[in-house]
């Protein structure tokens, strides 16, 4: 049995179960980058929100005992806030009335026995980025969907990036009738930059690699 096969066969149910916005394709893809990128150094990804894009990184990191690290400040997006499109009421602390993500996460995690792979930084992105030095193999781009987040994540973490790392991008909507154009854009934007050559889209995940 693949790997592959043993991750949809152990954790087929538990995917099911976690909350989140991915297809099954574009995890299957997050996973098949992680079990290559790991083994050359740490991934990292931004908007781990309850765990969904963490499992399926995390079981390709952990087949090389690598690292995941997952920044959230799991105080929702815009999007998650009460009242807007995504808001889930099963998110809101019952004690605070405020959004927080982080205790199903952990439990996600727990469930998925991830805890010695995945190491959760609870912060804003730019925060954990500003002493970061540690090259990256793997950057995934999952955080706020705002022009001005995207473009934060992408000039805080992009060069932290090694030669050879990939940068994958989710919720491209090259048709604005879709979705929102803020990640579509950076994309683009990264792509013109030279920095990176294409190696796949997956539905609306977008996959670039550092040259
Ligand atoms: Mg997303």
């Known amino acids: 049995m693949s790997a592959t096969e043993g991750f949809n066969e152990v954790f087929g149910d538990l995917l099911k179960e976690i909350k989140g916005f991915l297809a099954a394709e574009e995890g299957r893809a997050l996973y098949e980058l992680a079990l290559t990128q790991s083994s050359l150094g740490p991934c990292l990804e931004i908007g781990g929100y309850c765990g969904l894009s963490t499992v399926y990184l995390g079981l390709g990191v952990r087949e090389n005992r690598g690292v995941l690290f997952s920044i959230d400040h799991h105080q929702g997006s815009e999007e998650h806030q009460p009242g807007e499109e995504y808001h889930d009421p099963d998110l809101l602390d019952p004690r605070t009335g405020v959004f927080n993500s982080f205790p199903e996460f952990q439990k996600t995690i727990r469930r998925a026995g991830l805890e010695d792979t995945v190491a959760p930084i609870v912060a804003g992105s730019s925060l954990a980025a500003r002493q970061w030095t540690t090259p990256l193999a793997l950057v995934f781009i999952d955080g706020g969907h705002s022009y001005e987040a995207v473009l934060n994540d992408y000039r805080a973490w992009a060069p932290q990036l090694m030669p050879g790392g990939v940068l994958a991008v989710h919720d491209l909507f090259p048709d604005p009738a879709q979705g929102g154009q ?30």
Request: glycine share 6%.
């Open 182 to 211: 803020a990640p579509y854009t950076i994309y683009r934007m990264a792509l013109a930059s030279g920095l990176f050559e294409e190696l796949k889209i997956v539905e609306t995940l977008g996959i670039l690699k550092r040259l």
